[in-house]
Nanobody
Framework: QVQLVESGGGSVQVGGSVRLACAAS????????LAWFRQTPGMRREWVAA???????KYADSVKGRVTISHDNRNHKLYLQMDNVRPEDAAMYYC??????????????????WGQGTQVTVLS
């Protein structure tokens, strides 16, 4: 059973940095896509970044240049480093995974597995 557990959220000042982590377990396939989404109350879940070992990392335009996704293959951890944080980055951040297809998707409906989320609050 695939499990995704996020950590690292909290309060961060505008212009500051935060690093989110996602511990992934319960799968053996090496053909997986791991991604970060975020969601604010009343809004749709927004894709942020995606990682697949045989692809170039993907980023949403809203975070490009400020966010770095990385994967520790040995420890099965996915990270999201956010720098120069903006007020609009405040959200619940979710780690997600899918194992189908030949490339990493960027729509929430494409992902079968989700973590419980970690909250990022931005202080101005």
């Amino acid at each position: 059973q695939v499990q995704l557990v996020e950590s690292g959220g909290g309060s961060v000042q505008v212009g500051g940095s935060v690093r989110l982590a996602c511990a992934a377990s319960g799968y053996t396939s090496d053909r997986f896509c791991l991604a970060w989404f975020r969601q604010t109350p009343g809004m749709r879940r927004e894709w942020v970044a995606a990682f697949r070992s045989d692809e170039v990392d993907k980023y949403a335009d809203s975070v490009k240049g400020r966010v770095t996704i990385s994967h520790d293959n040995r420890n099965h951890k996915l990270y999201l480093q956010m720098d120069n944080v903006r007020p609009e980055d405040a959200a619940m951040y979710y780690c997600a995974a899918h194992f189908r297809g030949t490339y990493c998707k960027t729509t929430s409906v494409s992902f079968d597995h989700w973590g419980q989320g970690t909250q990022v609050t931005v202080l101005s």
